[in-house]
């Protein structure tokens, strides 16, 4: 938070005892709504936070005032930070019960995006996490078409709009496992899926762009040229990596998840995991950042009691294409978890390699890894026989 104020600025915490009065006295005091109102225009962004970040006590005393206070917020406040913390505190607590009169001053807060207010300055980060919350809460939450056609405006600039496509996935991460949950409902389902369906919007365009520009930045382009590039593509690889986290941290992959529960449980809700997020693990195969192949690869891992055959031919075709294009193999980190992987399929279903084919795509991936010196590899390629036998 940039906002901020000390104990001389008095104006502040006159600002905050008005508020403290006004839940209790504005029905009977108008006078208590209208010093609210004059707050909302001071010159000071702390005095015009205080109001704008409480706004939701008059909600019951006086809420068409309420909701005209709010669109000014949305319409006239210059501080971006003020806004986001409107709409983070103030509102919010109407996002189920007035979708619409939200959607409302949402709107008028999208139409002054980079036109007068400005998301891509550090200190307007709050902005666009609040945007990205909101997003999930009208498209995904309930199903309102507006917000959707707002998504599909932003999916394709997440070098303006990647902060909140980011938080957006964030917010994102229980949804996408709801339906494997035993206690589901069609409401519970129908959020998880316009939540994959969200996630598939954020990829294609992201890996897209993030192709276009590395063929830039492998050009003979000149230097702004391969500058702008290098931004679209960190952008692009941000959100890519954003979504991937979600899928491996909400799916139950990381060991360290503390009191959250693994959003696929058991064999099952893995296999059919696979299945539902095939295009989406596809895409996400398309990354060029090795972070994200490494989280990929580990949340493959994870998956392997869901379809063991299936996992084995795609961390094979991952490692020996994109990852091998982007130099995985030379990451420690890799070697660690490819040797891991292997371990296991070789403990728990040696009779996959029965098939021929299948034993050349293990030694290929062994070889990628032995190569270039990791010494476990090395030691599992040279006791591959005895250990096959």
């Known amino acids: 938070m940039t906002i901020s104020w000390g104990n001389w600025d008095v104006r502040v915490y006159a600002a905050d005892a008005w508020v403290s009065l006004a839940s209790r006295f504005g029905a009977e005091h108008p006078v208590i709504i209208d010093r609210l109102e004059e707050f909302l225009q001071d010159p000071e962004p702390s005095v015009r936070l205080q109001v704008a970040q409480n706004l939701q006590v008059i909600g019951v005393v006086a809420p068409e005032r309420m909701w005209a206070m709010g669109q000014r917020i949305a319409a006239q406040e210059t501080s971006a930070e003020i806004v986001g913390f409107y709409l983070q505190y103030s509102m919010d607590p109407f996002s189920v019960s007035e979708p619409e009169r939200c959607e409302a001053v949402l709107s008028i807060v999208k139409n002054r995006l980079f036109v007068d207010l400005y998301l891509d300055e550090q200190e307007n980060q709050h902005l666009q996490d609040t945007l990205g919350g909101w997003l999930a809460q009208l498209y995904v939450g309930q199903g309102r078409a507006l917000t959707r056609t707002w998504f599909e405006e932003w999916v394709v600039e997440p070098e303006r709009f990647g902060g909140l496509l980011?938080?957006?996935?964030?917010?994102?991460?229980?949804?996408?496992?709801?339906?494997?949950?035993?206690?589901?409902?069609?409401?519970?389902?129908?959020?998880?899926?316009?939540?994959?369906?969200?996630?598939?919007?954020?990829?294609?365009?992201?890996?897209?762009?993030?192709?276009?520009?590395?063929?830039?930045?492998?050009?003979?382009?000149?230097?702004?040229?391969?500058?702008?590039?290098?931004?679209?593509?960190?952008?692009?690889?941000?959100?890519?990596?954003?979504?991937?986290?979600?899928?491996?941290?909400?799916?139950?992959?990381?060991?360290?998840?503390?009191?959250?529960?693994?959003?696929?449980?058991?064999?099952?809700?893995?296999?059919?995991?696979?299945?539902?997020y095939a295009e989406i693990l596809a895409l996400i195969a398309n990354t060029r950042n090795p972070a994200t192949l490494?989280?990929?690869?580990?949340?493959?891992?994870?998956?392997?009691?869901?379809?063991?055959?299936?996992?084995?031919?795609?961390?094979?075709?991952?490692?020996?294409?994109?990852?091998?294009?982007?130099?995985?193999?030379?990451?420690?980190?890799?070697?660690?978890?490819?040797?891991?992987?292997v371990q296991r399929y070789i403990a728990d279903y040696r009779s996959i390699f029965?098939?021929?084919?299948?034993?050349?795509?293990?030694?290929?991936?062994?070889?990628i890894f032995s190569e270039v010196g990791w010494p476990d590899a090395l030691k599992l390629l040279y006791d591959l026989p005895d250990l096959l036998r």
């Open 166 to 276: 980011s938080r957006f996935t964030f917010n994102l991460r229980a949804a996408f496992f709801e339906r494997y949950k035993p206690e589901n409902t069609t409401q519970i389902c129908a959020i998880c899926d316009r939540a994959q369906e969200s996630l598939a919007l954020i990829l294609r365009p992201a890996i897209t762009i993030s192709a276009e520009a590395h063929g830039v930045l492998i050009s003979d382009a000149g230097d702004a040229d391969k500058e702008a590039a290098g931004k679209r593509f960190e952008a692009a690889e941000k959100v890519i990596h954003q979504g991937m986290n979600q899928l491996y941290f909400g799916s139950g992959a990381f060991e360290n998840h503390g009191d959250e529960k693994p959003g696929l449980p058991n064999e099952s809700a893995m296999a059919r995991f696979l299945a539902d």
């Open 294 to 341: 490494h989280h990929l690869m580990e949340l493959y891992g994870f998956l392997i009691p869901g379809n063991p055959i299936a996992v084995f031919e795609t961390i094979h075709e991952i490692l020996l294409g994109r990852g091998k294009e982007e130099g995985y193999h030379y990451e420690s980190l890799g070697g660690s978890v490819i040797v891991e992987i």
């Open 354 to 367: 029965e098939d021929e084919d299948q034993r050349n795509r293990l030694v290929a991936i062994l070889q």
